[in-house]
């Protein structure tokens, strides 16, 4: 089963404007990690966020963390139609191993020129 | 290369046909993963090693699949008796690292 949980599914906003996305798990984490995928192919990692940070940032990225919610938000700055994709929260499966992550279902952007 | 490979991008395989799909890893990543992506899901984990043993296999949905990393560096993922509800993406990757994992292309599978 899936344990991230992103929100919206689906989010559509025009070049300049910012998106933000949220993911919200369910076990304790020691970290959470956003990827993002294009055309349902390969992801690439964006962002690692540990359990003891609240906030990072990376270029235009902002993530956000917030463990007494158990939720993250990812929020793009100046938002560009590259920025079109999927992005994906994930979280450690420690049930299982640290190698096997668990990602929520995703959150399709479409960034308008 | 550069990045994960995966091979085929595509295969497409009849009800009971057995299929291998290959995963060449980032050079010198110890750990390698695959996943199952279903579409409108996200990346489903199934198996996770790290050199050339299974670290961790509870993903696998049943007995028809099988992964192999024998020289731990290539990797095979084998599916006996293909079912159509097997048709799916199936990702691969690699890290050195647990906190990130770089992924291949994907393969997509599908079972007429």
């Known amino acids: 089963s899936q344990q991230g949980e992103e929100d919206p599914q689906a989010l559509s906003i025009q070049e300049g404007e910012n998106a933000t996305m949220n993911c919200s798990y369910k076990?304790?984490?020691?970290?959470l990690q956003w990827y993002r995928q294009n055309s349902g192919r390969g992801l690439v990692h964006l962002i690692l966020?540990?359990?003891?940070?609240r906030e990072k940032h990376s270029g235009r990225l902002r993530v956000t963390l917030d463990t007494s919610k158990k939720s993250s938000s990812l929020l793009i700055t100046a938002s560009r139609a590259a920025d079109t994709a999927s992005y994906f929260c994930?979280?450690?499966?420690?049930?299982?191993?640290?190698?096997?992550?668990?990602f929520g279902k995703g959150t399709k952007l479409s960034v308008k020129p | 290369g550069a990045g994960v490979s995966q091979t085929p991008s595509n295969k497409v395989t009849e009800k009971g046909k057995y299929v291998e799909l290959r995963c060449d890893p980032i050079?010198?990543?110890?750990?390698l993963y695959w996943y199952r992506q279903s579409l409108g899901q996200g990346p489903e984990f199934l198996i996770y090693?790290?050199?050339?043993?299974?670290?961790?296999d509870s993903g696998l949905p049943n007995d028809r699949f099988f992964a192999v990393r024998p020289e731990g560096s290539v990797s095979t993922l084998k599916i006996q008796r293909t079912e159509r509800g097997d048709s799916a993406v199936y990702l691969c990757?690699?890290?050195?690292?647990?906190?990130?994992?770089?992924f291949g292309p994907g393969t997509r599978l599908t079972v007429l």
């Open positions: 990757a690699s890290s050195s690292d647990v906190n990130e994992q770089f």
């Open positions: 076990t304790s984490i020691n970290n």
């Open positions: 966020i540990r359990s003891n940070e």
């Open positions: 994930a979280t450690p499966n420690y049930g299982g191993s640290q190698g096997n992550l668990i």
């Open positions: 050079s010198g990543h110890t750990a």
């Open positions: 090693f790290q050199g050339t043993g299974a670290a961790d």
